[in-house]
């Protein structure tokens, strides 16, 4: 089978929304020999890609019965989250740990991966937004439940945006509603990154949109992953009925 740096599912189904994984995979690409020469354990953890942020966008995607695209390469690669011209769009140590395949990248390595993985992802991303006059995007990630393994990140879900919060406010307090969860807006980062894929995808053509961050130790197996998408699914669709244009 040939390689491809991006899968897509559910390509026909109607709904406007639109969800997207940028960090669903740790796949090196073949071209690449398969490795970064990290050991296993580091390409499991979350420098490499977002832990179960694939199963909940595929289980979501079927509950808002809309297609989903899900990044095949990772983040180590080239971080397909952040604009061509970021200087941590490839990234020679992260959180502790050197990346050799990363070592000797220079500027024409570089460019060869942005062209290879990195623009393929954003102009089949680009495609399936624009099959929709009226498209919403969901953004799904994760995140670890400590910071650098010392401070503790209580939150079960964050909800990011910039200043288009017009999906996301509703469905903020949808999420607040439940009584058992512990809800943050622009939490663990910041809503806004210049050039990130909600920034050229959403915000520069004016579509509703929302980021999740789930917190991995709440989406470890398939059942978490699809009661997750099952709670939020509802509350997703309410939202987007009352968004105004």
């Not at 990630?141 to 017009?166: E, K, N, Q, V, Y």
């Not at 509603?177 to 894929?197: C, F, M, Q, T, W």
């Amino acid at each position: 089978m040939t390689y491809q740096p991006f899968i897509i599912e559910g390509e026909t189904r109607p709904s406007r929304f639109l969800v997207t994984c940028d960090h669903a995979a740790n796949t090196v690409p073949p071209d690449l020999g398969g490795t970064l020469g990290l050991p296993d354990p580091d390409m499991a953890r979350h420098i490499a890609f977002d832990p179960g942020a694939a199963g909940v966008s595929r289980a979501l995607s079927e509950a808002l019965d809309a297609p989903v695209i899900l990044s095949n390469f990772s983040r180590l690669v080239i971080d397909p989250n952040r604009g061509e011209d970021d200087p941590t769009v490839l990234m020679r140590l992260y959180d502790g740990s050197v990346i050799p395949g990363n070592r000797e990248a220079g500027p024409e390595e570089k460019a060869r991966r942005i062209a290879a993985y990195h623009r393929p992802y954003h102009a089949a991303l680009a495609r399936l937004a624009a099959r929709h006059p009226d498209t919403a995007i969901v953004a799904v990630h994760s995140f670890t439940p400590r910071l650098r393994g010392r401070r503790p990140r209580p939150w079960h879900i964050g909800i990011l945006h910039a200043w288009d919060a017009r999906l996301s406010d509703p469905f903020l307090q949808a999420l607040e509603a439940e009584r058992d969860l512990i809800v943050a807006r622009n939490e663990p980062y910041p809503g806004h990154l210049p050039g990130d894929s909600i920034d050229r995808h959403a915000l520069k053509h004016g579509r509703p949109n929302t980021l999740i961050e789930l917190r991995q130790d709440l989406i470890e197996t398939p059942e978490q992953q699809h009661e997750w998408a099952r709670r939020m699914a509802p509350m997703l669709n309410e939202a987007l009925t009352q968004v105004q244009d």
